[in-house]
């Protein structure tokens, strides 16, 4: 997922607004957040404001939540949602660096399967013994179907306990009682390749660069291996500061095009440290969990000529070519709203979603943590 954060808009909604009651503040300006962003302008070919007078009719205190979920649900499109305050919570502070939970990125390989895709190093996970690639069933007795519904129960307030049910090595299940905490997410880890430099980034947030650059910069010369592998992507100018690093002044890195059609792009400001392709050969490895904002990293790395992108278990990456906002509603702890508020290209023009990146120097069936070892040398191969 690819998200920005943008600050919080004050609307007006005429002389009736200060009479309507706390729920119907907070319902008008979820209607009007999604009114004004939503890329689509037919509303999923629904009569928009009609749908806002029903809602008014009916929304009270009690089920606000269910309101706020019909309504995002009504457009059609599976990344616009409503956050209940607790999961909003977690997404302001995975942008800024730090998080409350257990330490897991979750994803769903299947239709109702949801899987443990990535274990935080030192977390809460991490110590009870929970192991990337486990299935998960139930958290605090609730049976999963849904990753980010799952993502919701498993995050909560600092000491708090949470109850997580695997499924076992035996196929039976394995029960896990976890105290929350709050951590720094580490997005980035020195893969201490055999050949040459290993990046493995987990996922793009606002302090990715940064990590990057640490491993990166005891790093005279040579081979560097970026690993995306099961990277869901994060948050878009994490993408766009790290592809920086590797490419030259006015390298186009994306472009996006909104609601009115507008394309605007992003460019490298300065040549990056790593973009001289004498001195740094770049390699990307990735899968068909590789998805928004680590596609944005990829295409625009393989597509300014600074590197191949081979791929494991598929022919593509996930395919995710368009990006959320996440804006907060009016009213006391009622959480906010992520919309889909524009469509991403690579720098040649393409869109992907839907497709995702083909690889260009082949195709692994299967690969272990070693990532050099999955490459041959067409990966090396001077673009």
């Not at 808009?9 to 209607?31: H, L, M, R």
């Not at 769903?108 to 192991?131: D, E, F, H, R």
């Not at 990056?272 to 295409?299: C, H, M, R």
Request: proline share 4%; aromatic share 8%; net charge neutral.
């Amino acid at each position: 997922m690819s998200f920005t954060f943008l600050p919080h808009i004050i609307y007006s909604f005429g002389s009736n607004y200060a009479s309507f009651t706390p729920a119907q503040q907070t319902f008008t300006s979820a209607w009007r957040i999604l009114d004004n962003t939503f890329t689509d302008r037919t509303f999923n070919n629904q009569d928009w404001f009609s749908l806002r007078q029903k809602y008014l009719k009916t929304v009270t205190s009690s089920n606000l939540e269910q309101t706020l979920t019909e309504l995002t649900s009504s457009l059609g499109d599976k990344y616009t949602t409503y956050l209940p305050p607790s999961k909003y919570q977690s997404l302001l502070s995975s942008a800024t660096g730090s998080v409350t939970g257990i330490g897991v990125t979750l994803s769903s390989p299947s239709p109702s399967t949801v899987v443990l895709s990535q274990i935080q190093p030192n977390s809460p996970a991490s110590k009870s013994g929970l192991k990337q690639g486990m299935i998960l069933l139930r958290v605090d007795g609730y049976n999963v179907i849904d990753a980010d519904v799952a993502g919701g129960y498993l995050r909560g307030d600092k000491g708090t306990k949470v109850g997580v049910t695997v499924k076992g090595d035996d196929g039976g299940s394995k029960d896990f009682i976890i105290v929350r905490e709050t951590f720094k997410p580490v997005t980035v880890v020195d893969g201490k390749g055999k050949g040459g430099k290993m990046v493995v980034v987990k996922s793009f947030a606002g302090t990715t660069k940064d990590e990057m650059l640490e491993v990166l910069n005891s790093y005279p010369s040579g081979k560097i291996l970026i690993d995306l592998r099961g990277n869901p992507g994060g948050l878009l100018p994490g993408g766009i500061d790290c592809a920086s690093l590797f490419l030259k002044s006015g390298d186009v890195i994306v472009s996006q095009v909104d609601k009115t059609l507008v394309k605007r792009t992003e460019k490298a400001l300065f040549d990056g440290e790593f973009s001289d392709p004498e001195k740094y050969q770049v390699a990307i490895l990735a899968d068909e969990n590789t998805a928004s904002a680590a596609e944005v990293f990829t295409a625009a790395l393989i597509e300014n000529g600074r590197a191949t992108l081979t791929t494991v278990g598929s022919e593509h990456t996930f395919g995710k070519g368009i990006v959320q906002t996440v804006r907060p509603l009016d009213g006391e702890n009622v959480g906010g709203i992520k919309v889909t508020v524009s469509k991403y290209l690579t720098p040649e023009g393409t869109e992907i979603n839907g497709k995702g990146i083909m690889n260009d120097a082949g195709r692994r069936e299967s690969c272990g943590e070693e990532g050099f070892s999955c490459l041959d040398e067409k990966a090396w191969m001077k673009k």
